[in-house]
């Protein structure tokens, strides 16, 4: 290992404290049910989510840019562009965040979680490890799907940068999408692909987080995305209809000739002496005359 690549392994290493922290942190609000008790407060899921990445963005942006200046002007990547060094920092910044939500979403208990974060992120990085020594072997798309697990890119994308520093040319703009010095697999499909773990990473959490919410939350469907009920789009039914499946729902019917000062009782559907034919919007439980 060159003491570049060793530079740049041991910002992975400094990550892993922040990963542990921000898994700690998200697992301990769920277990003390303070994420519960905003929702019935009426702040929204997104809303939350998108609070928290913003907080750790802004306390991790900082370490990228130390790291970033001190690789430019410490002489590790005095060859290479500045800003593509940074973007290069900064993407994996982002895929480390969004891994630290996808783990936090398989734990309730703080204390396990912060046990297994560090365990996680060392199975991250594992891959790379073991297989550097038949890396020359491996093909183009068996490396880029190697670099959808965010620290065996980093690894990846390591190993490229401190390749075109020692043939003294550096990673450039003009070769992001097409090495033509090292014949590896390009600087810029490591980082793109560092941006698309970002994302990855934060659709399982959201998909897990919705399906296995924890012992406080309300699991929904596994097909839940594919509900129009979900996105808001209404589904529309016949009124009669969905009088027949509340009374099948209900532990505790109510007559279909209850009175109309009765029609706060048969929630969710607030129904009462409406036309059968009628056609509701049901957007959920909720319904609403069309």
């Given at each position: 290992?060159?003491?570049?690549?060793?530079?740049?392994?041991?910002?992975?290493?400094?990550?892993?404290?922040?990963?542990?922290?921000?898994?700690?942190?998200l697992?301990?609000?769920?277990?003390?049910?303070?994420?519960?008790?905003?929702?019935?407060?009426?702040?929204s899921?997104?809303?939350?989510?998108?609070?928290?990445?913003?907080e750790?963005?802004v306390?991790?942006?900082w370490?990228?840019?130390?790291?970033?200046?001190?690789?430019?002007?410490?002489?590790?990547t005095?060859?290479?562009?500045?800003?593509?060094?940074?973007?290069?920092?900064?993407?994996?910044?982002?895929?480390?965040?969004?891994?630290?939500?996808?783990?936090?979403?398989?734990?309730?208990?703080?204390?396990?979680?912060t046990?297994?974060?560090g365990?996680?992120w060392?199975?991250?990085?594992?891959?790379?490890?073991?297989?550097?020594?038949?890396?020359?072997?491996?093909?183009?798309?068996g490396?880029?799907l190697?670099?959808?697990?965010?620290?065996?890119?980093?690894?990846?994308?390591?190993?490229?940068?401190?390749?075109?520093?020692?043939?003294?040319?550096?990673?450039?703009?003009?070769?992001?999408?097409?090495?033509?010095?090292?014949?590896?697999?390009?600087?810029?499909?490591?980082?793109?692909?560092?941006?698309?773990?970002?994302v990855?990473?934060m659709?399982?959490a959201?998909?897990?987080?919705?399906?296995?919410p924890?012992?406080?939350?309300?699991?929904?469907?596994?097909?839940?995305?594919?509900?129009p009920?979900?996105?808001?789009?209404?589904?529309?039914?016949?009124?009669?209809?969905?009088?027949v499946?509340?009374?099948?729902s209900?532990?505790?019917?109510?007559?279909?000739?209850?009175?109309?000062?009765?029609?706060?009782?048969?929630?969710?559907?607030?129904?009462?002496?409406r036309?059968?034919?009628?056609?509701?919007c049901?957007?959920?439980y909720?319904?609403?005359?069309?």
């Amino acid at each position: 290992m060159s003491w570049r690549t060793l530079s740049l392994f041991l910002f992975l290493v400094a990550f892993q404290a922040m990963n542990i922290y921000i898994v700690r942190s998200l697992v301990l609000e769920k277990e003390k049910r303070i994420k519960e008790a905003m929702k019935i407060m009426g702040l929204s899921g997104w809303v939350h989510t998108v609070g928290w990445y913003l907080e750790i963005l802004v306390i991790m942006i900082w370490p990228v840019i130390l790291m970033a200046v001190t690789m430019t002007y410490g002489k590790i990547t005095e060859r290479s562009a500045h800003s593509l060094i940074f973007t290069f920092l900064f993407s994996y910044m982002l895929a480390s965040i969004s891994f630290s939500f996808f783990v936090s979403t398989l734990f309730s208990r703080g204390n396990v979680a912060t046990a297994a974060a560090g365990v996680f992120w060392f199975l991250n990085y594992a891959p790379y490890f073991f297989l550097q020594q038949f890396y020359e072997n491996l093909s183009d798309i068996g490396k880029l799907l190697l670099c959808l697990l965010s620290n065996t890119g980093m690894g990846i994308g390591s190993r490229i940068l401190a390749a075109h520093e020692s043939a003294d040319v550096g990673v450039q703009w003009a070769e992001f999408l097409d090495d033509r010095t090292t014949g590896d697999i390009s600087f810029g499909s490591v980082v793109l692909l560092l941006l698309l773990d970002a994302v990855l990473y934060m659709i399982f959490a959201w998909y897990i987080e919705n399906v296995f919410p924890g012992e406080y939350g309300v699991p929904k469907k596994w097909y839940f995305p594919f509900t129009p009920s979900y996105w808001g789009f209404c589904v529309r039914e016949p009124l009669g209809d969905l009088i027949v499946k509340q009374q099948r729902s209900s532990p505790h019917p109510i007559p279909l000739d209850a009175e109309d000062s009765d029609e706060d009782l048969i929630s969710p559907l607030l129904v009462s002496r409406r036309s059968p034919s009628e056609t509701v919007c049901r957007v959920g439980y909720e319904t609403t005359p069309l």
